[in-house]
């Protein structure tokens, strides 16, 4: 496809198969709501700016808007001009063209690409902008997918064995690295901060675009509930997921313990207790002061038991609603060996 300039908008399919950077232009609370993957946030008005341009154009008239976000823009024409200058520079491909978005593909783009054109910068623009790209996304949820579900009480490194895998015919995806979250009440421990839900759609639909793009046969995905921690799973993938067969993991309770300690001991005590308090109720009073107990005197394989049977409570509960599931003993096994014996089983077909 040409990669000619244009101020007219590209339709998503198009504007995501170029190779510019790309610029977000909105404001800054509109950008951590949710962006494009990868995306650059260069906003043309603050949060506050943006409020005050929306209240002109609701109770004035839009040219009155249009005059306002004027008087706000020109005075930062030089600053705006270095920011584009700079990300054009620091790109390690030497990009001298940037992919630009607003919200509906209208004047903060337009105008964000003339100031670009300006000094010699080619600009693509987002037909229907982020708006458009996020129908795009729900979209993206929508088709059928050949999904196989890797089940498994808490502590069998389900996680672990996935990221393993590296088979041209199986893609995985990591919904519990994508998410910045483990799915229980210990989940957010030691990871990083989590994308909002919108944010977690946009990585998650371009994970299955990219899916398409491959050779997999079959998408493996780890069992989840419908959350993990605020981030939620799409329901109409989460329906998919559902009715997909499970390949359960089967581990003896040492080993899962000793996973368990390994992931979660390296935490701050406080931090451990506090997620210990999260779930009292559904452990009971017993079991939360044996919980605490252990924790504060770092004794973790204590603490992990004190939990272990809630959890697999929860677990038993959920695997009862699965359609089809192929279980496979996996006790002292590393991750190499617990592959070959998998797929030297026959499973189901997705």
């Excluded at 306002?68 to 823009?73: A, C, E, H, R, S």
């Excluded at 337009?110 to 996304?137: D, E, H, N, P, Q």
Aim: proline share 4%.
């Amino acid at each position: 496809m040409s990669e000619k300039a244009t101020n007219s908008g590209y339709p998503v399919t198009d504007f995501r198969n170029l190779s510019s950077p790309i610029i977000d232009v909105r404001s800054p609370s509109e950008f951590c709501l949710g962006h494009f993957p990868g995306a650059i946030n260069i906003p043309l008005f603050s949060d506050m700016e943006r409020e005050t341009i929306g209240k002109f154009y609701k109770k004035e008239s839009r040219l009155k808007a249009i005059l306002i976000g004027l008087k706000i823009t020109l005075p930062n024409t030089t600053k705006l001009l270095e920011k584009i200058l700079k990300t054009s520079r620091e790109n390690k491909d030497g990009f001298k063209s940037l992919r630009i978005y607003c919200w509906r593909g209208g004047m903060r783009s337009s105008t964000f690409a003339w100031l670009a054109r300006t000094i010699g910068i080619k600009t693509f623009l987002l037909k229907g902008g982020y708006k458009s790209y996020r129908k795009w996304v729900l979209h993206q949820f929508e088709a059928d997918l050949p999904i196989r579900l890797v089940g498994g009480k808490t502590g069998t490194g389900k996680t672990d064995l996935l990221n393993y895998i590296n088979r041209k015919n199986i893609y995985v995806i990591d919904l519990e690295g994508l998410a910045n979250h483990r799915g229980s009440s210990f989940g957010s421990l030691g990871m990083d901060k989590q994308p909002s839900t919108q944010q977690f759609e946009n990585i998650l639909a371009e994970s299955l675009d990219e899916f398409r793009q491959s050779n997999a046969m079959e998408i493996w995905l780890e069992a989840e509930s419908s959350n993990l921690g605020k981030c939620r799973i799409p329901n109409s993938l989460y329906t998919k997921m559902k009715k997909a067969p499970i390949l359960e993991i089967i581990k003896t309770k040492n080993e899962r313990i000793e996973n368990l300690v390994n992931v979660y001991s390296q935490n701050p005590q406080n931090e451990l207790k506090d997620a210990v308090n999260r779930i009292s109720k559904r452990l009971g009073p017993q079991r939360t002061k044996e919980a605490l107990s252990a924790i504060d005197k770092k004794e973790w394989f204590k603490a992990c038991e004190a939990m272990l049977d809630y959890y697999d409570r929860c677990y038993e509960y959920e695997l009862k609603k699965a359609n089809t599931i192929n279980s496979i003993d996996l006790s002292g096994l590393n991750n190499k060996s617990a592959l070959i014996k998998i797929f030297n089983e026959n499973l189901n077909p997705v």
